[in-house]
């Protein structure tokens, strides 16, 4: 049985992204929230990012701020059940076909007052594959209103070609978006009550703004694609063999016959040689389009 009516894949089809308000119980809502609060509890005893922590640039173990839980599905059994569940891929298998595997999971956590923004990107420009048949979808953990720094697109631009996210001939994983012919009134705000799921296309410009308000804004990041499509750049080298890629299908069956379509892709290389997370790598940016933290 489908979740997804006609309308919503149209209008998916033709914006690149979809909000659906309410999909998560909250029962699901607070077992989430609480995973969250001992991971805060943890990063009191740090002074520097770890494996699973990211910190934002003004945390001390007096004031802890958690920028990031990285790769949640590793280390954390709710956040890996939600990830296995319908609620999660039904959508996806009605958007992209019924065999899903995963690509990465993160936990952006946008805190109050200081949340870190995220300049404007494609996230096929980090990872392109022989088809764009690639999404994102994000569990929204608290009330996200225009003030507390929600996501961001702009419809349709999953249409547009990959555009430049280098500086000074290095990738940094950010657009200078006046040079690629956008305008941030145009951008569409992506909203909704806490426990909303908004899905992006892998294509779509997206980006969002610090968080200036009193209310954290959290999402748990859910990144996947169709079985046949297979990374560009690298094939299976972040992998020892196919076994271990194929321990990433989420469900249905995985293919050795990629799907390869001419849509157009950047190679994100070179690498920077520093600490490789978007939020450092997009300090290259010159033309930032959103204030930073402090």
């Known amino acids: 049985m489908e979740t997804l009516t006609q309308t919503q894949k149209d209008f998916y089809d033709e914006n690149g992204y979809l909000i659906l308000e309410k999909r998560i119980p909250e029962d699901v809502l607070a077992s989430l929230r609480a995973e969250i609060a001992k991971y805060q509890e943890q990063a009191k005893s740090l002074t520097e990012s770890t494996d699973e922590i990211d910190l934002e640039d003004s945390h001390t173990p007096e004031t802890p701020r958690v920028r990031r839980i990285k790769l949640p599905h590793t280390h954390n059994k709710v ?3 939600l990830m296995y569940s319908d609620l999660i891929l039904a959508p996806a298998r009605d958007l992209v076909g019924p065999d899903l595997r995963l690509h990465t999971t993160k936990l952006n956590m946008k805190s109050a007052g200081f949340g870190a923004a995220v300049e404007w990107h494609q996230d096929f420009a980090f990872y392109p594959h022989t088809n764009d048949d690639v999404l994102a979808i994000a569990v929204i953990l608290d009330d996200m209103e225009s003030e507390n720094g929600p996501l961001m697109v702009f419809p349709g631009s999953h249409k547009h070609p990959i555009y430049d996210h280098h500086v000074d001939g290095v990738f940094a994983g950010a657009m200078d978006l006046a040079a690629c012919g956008f305008d941030m009134k145009d951008a569409v705000e992506l909203k909704g009550p806490a426990g909303s799921v908004s899905i992006h296309h892998g294509r779509i410009v997206h980006g969002s703004a610090l968080n200036q308000s009193t209310r954290d ?5 859910y990144e996947m694609m169709a079985a046949d499509a297979f990374p560009i750049m690298g094939s299976l080298t972040r992998w ?7 321990d990433r299908m989420l469900c249905g069956d995985p293919t050795l016959e990629p799907r390869v379509q001419s849509i157009g892709a950047r190679i994100p290389a070179p690498l920077p040689t520093d600490n490789f997370t978007i939020y ?3 300090k290259r940016l010159g033309a930032r389009s959103f204030e930073v933290a402090k």
């Open 217 to 221: 804004r959290r999402l748990l990041f």
């Open 240 to 246: 020892s063999d196919i076994k271990d890629y194929n």
């Open 79 to 81: 956040m890996r059940d």
């Open 280 to 282: 450092e790598i997009q």
